[in-house]
């Protein structure tokens, strides 16, 4: 599960719960992610989302993974539900080490089923400690 405070004009809280599965064959690795989100704001009534994922993977070394991933969004809201954006994601994953990671990526997002889609573009570094 998951919790997340949104910050902003209207402040959100999201509260999610997913379910990933992960296998290796060979030195490719597959990832799926379903992941179902409520978020909630004062100012507009609840929104619901299922979104699921697919990551591929191929590990070049032992540390080093470049990656691509697929997400797609299904929204359920008031009276309106349908598959309304979708993510495109390709990323390098380095082990640092048994507790360090390290992610470099790109998101390109786009919204679906709309007259004027919003386009995101999205560069990220992510670091992972590991216990």
Do not use: C
């Not at 999610?16 to 179902?36: A, M, N, P």
């Amino acid at each position: 599960g998951e919790f997340r405070f949104i910050g902003s004009n209207d402040t959100k809280l999201r509260y999610t719960v997913y379910g990933k599965y992960r296998d290796g064959i060979e030195d490719f690795e597959l990832q799926i992610r379903s992941k179902y989100q409520i978020e909630t704001g004062r100012n507009a009534l609840p929104e619901s989302a299922w979104r699921n994922k697919f990551l591929l993977g191929y590990e070049v070394t032992k540390d080093i993974m470049p990656y691509i991933s697929y997400e797609i969004f299904y929204t359920m809201y008031y009276r309106e539900n349908s598959f309304n954006e979708f993510r495109i994601e390709p990323g390098l994953e380095i082990e640092l080490n048994k507790h360090n990671d390290l992610a470099l990526y790109y998101i390109h997002g786009r919204e679906r089923n709309t007259d004027s889609p919003t386009i995101r573009h999205v560069f990220g570094l992510s670091y992972e400690y590991k216990w």
